[in-house]
């Protein structure tokens, strides 16, 4: 009887005994294998299934069919390398997480004017010059009060002066300055307003400077300006207010600075004493138009031109129609035809 090891391949005659390892490799044997069986190999009857005959070429004991897959043998598994710990965040990482899109339509609108600060800068520096112009005035009208009385020194009369003309000096530049920083200022608004809305701009640049610093047609021209840009933005209706209160205070300060030019060429001192009078009081409205242009500055560049001014809230409508407090009830006897 032979036994052919599992491991090596050795074929062993066992002569009449089974073995169960190999002596050379100490792997499992198969199962015997020769030309007939000893009855005291045959299986008992009953102890194991009977198998069907299968079809085709039979194998000898002890060995079986194996699949393999056809060519070279597959390439060795790649082990891969350990990730290592997993990574935690003591926040929600905002990177990759959104990505935003610009539809041709709602591209940002560049503006090519000054700044906000600087404007306000500039506005915040003119009222100081006024300020201070206005209580320079105010010390030369108590010198002048005093002098009815005492004579003054010459060297304090001489700075109460110039000090006052040097003042006066100073705040027409920064007037001037505030002017042309203004209409810059409105002329890159109202391009950008129009370009927000696709409209072409009504108003030539030229037009726009020239009905803003010219005087006398400033005061005109350039709150009609102002008035078609709230119109454009849809924010007339909040801004109206201030508009008004600047253009009067503004219209106020220009009479009263005319007349105060006008007095200024008297030499006695009543009529000096009363243009030093007029003088403050123009300062002072001077002051309250270009606080009142703040203002309005201010109420535009509170929302961008690309928001809109309204919101569009839902809201419960109330109808008029009287609502049934009480159930509905038949008005006769289910079953019953209605009475006559």
Same mark, same amino acid.
């Given at each position: 009887?032979?036994?052919?090891c599992s491991q090596c391949?050795?074929?062993?005659?066992?002569?009449?005994?089974? &073995?169960?390892?190999?002596?050379?490799?100490?792997?499992?044997?198969?199962?015997?294998?020769?030309?007939?069986?000893? !009855?005291?190999?045959?299986?008992?009857?009953?102890?194991?299934?009977?198998?069907?005959?299968?079809?085709?070429?039979?194998?000898?004991?002890?060995?079986?069919?194996?699949?393999?897959?056809?060519?070279?043998?597959?390439?060795?598994?790649?082990?891969?390398? !350990?990730?290592?710990?997993?990574? &935690?965040?003591?926040?929600?990482?905002?990177?990759?997480?959104?990505?935003?899109f610009e539809s041709p339509?709602?591209?940002?609108?560049?503006?090519?004017?000054?700044?906000?600060?600087?404007?306000?800068?500039?506005?915040?520096?003119?009222?100081?010059?006024?300020?201070?112009?206005?209580?320079?005035?105010?010390?030369?009208?108590?010198?002048?009060?005093?002098?009815?009385?005492?004579?003054?020194?010459?060297?304090?009369?001489?700075?109460?002066?110039?000090?006052?003309? /040097?003042?006066?000096?100073? /705040?027409?530049?920064?007037?001037?300055?505030?002017?042309?920083?203004?209409?810059?200022?409105?002329?890159? &608004?109202?391009?950008? /307003?129009?370009?927000?809305?696709?409209?072409?701009?009504?108003?030539?640049?030229?037009?726009?400077?020239?009905?803003?610093?010219?005087?006398?047609?400033?005061?005109?021209?350039?709150?009609?300006?102002?008035?078609?840009?709230?119109?454009?933005?849809?924010?007339?209706?909040?801004?109206?207010?201030?508009?008004? /209160? %600047?253009?009067?205070?503004?219209?106020?300060?220009?009479?009263?600075?005319?007349?105060?030019?006008?007095?200024?060429?008297?030499?006695?001192?009543?009529?000096?004493?009363?243009?030093?009078?007029?003088?403050?009081?123009?300062?002072?409205?001077?002051?309250?138009?270009?606080?009142?242009?703040?203002?309005?500055?201010?109420?535009?560049? &509170?929302?961008?031109?690309?928001?809109?001014?309204?919101? %569009?809230?839902?809201?419960?409508?109330?109808?008029?129609?009287?609502?049934?407090?009480?159930?509905?009830?038949?008005?006769?006897?289910?079953?019953?035809?209605?009475?006559?």
């Open positions: 009887m032979i036994q052919v391949g050795t074929r062993w005659n066992v002569r009449d005994r089974q &073995r169960v390892w190999c002596p050379r490799c100490n792997g499992t044997l198969l199962a015997p294998s020769g030309p007939a069986a000893q !009855p005291e190999w045959a299986p008992r009857p009953g102890s194991m299934p009977a198998v069907p005959p299968r079809s085709g070429a039979s194998l000898p004991a002890g060995y079986r069919w194996v699949a393999v897959r056809p060519g070279a043998p597959p390439p060795p598994r790649v082990r891969r390398r !350990p990730l290592g710990p997993t990574p &935690r965040y003591p926040v929600i990482p905002r990177w990759g997480l959104t990505e935003y339509g709602e591209a940002q609108v560049v503006r090519a004017g000054p700044s906000v600060a600087a404007v306000r800068a500039t506005l915040l520096a003119t009222m100081a010059v006024l300020g201070a112009a206005a209580f320079i005035h105010l010390l030369r009208y108590v010198l002048l009060i005093i002098n009815r009385t005492v004579l003054l020194n010459r060297w304090v009369a001489g700075v109460a002066t110039w000090v006052g003309v /040097a003042a006066s000096v100073i /705040a027409v530049f920064m007037v001037v300055a505030s002017a042309v920083v203004l209409t810059n200022w409105l002329i890159a &608004r109202r391009a950008a /307003a129009f370009a927000h809305h696709q409209r072409p701009e009504p108003r030539s640049t030229w037009a726009l400077r020239a009905g803003c610093l010219i005087p006398l047609v400033n005061l005109a021209w350039a709150p009609v300006f102002v008035v078609e840009l709230a119109e454009i933005e849809d924010r007339l209706n909040g801004l109206r207010r201030p508009i008004v /209160a %600047w253009w009067m205070v503004w219209l106020a300060s220009t009479a009263l600075s005319g007349f105060s030019i006008a007095t200024s060429f008297t030499t006695d001192a009543q009529g000096i004493a009363d243009n030093t009078v007029t003088t403050i009081v123009a300062y002072l409205f001077g002051l309250a138009a270009v606080l009142l242009a703040l203002r309005v500055l201010l109420g535009f560049e &509170r929302q961008p031109v690309e928001r809109p001014y309204k919101r %569009w809230v839902m809201v419960a409508v109330e109808t008029d129609e009287p609502k049934d407090t009480d159930p509905a009830c038949a008005v006769e006897p289910e079953g019953e035809n209605p009475a006559a």
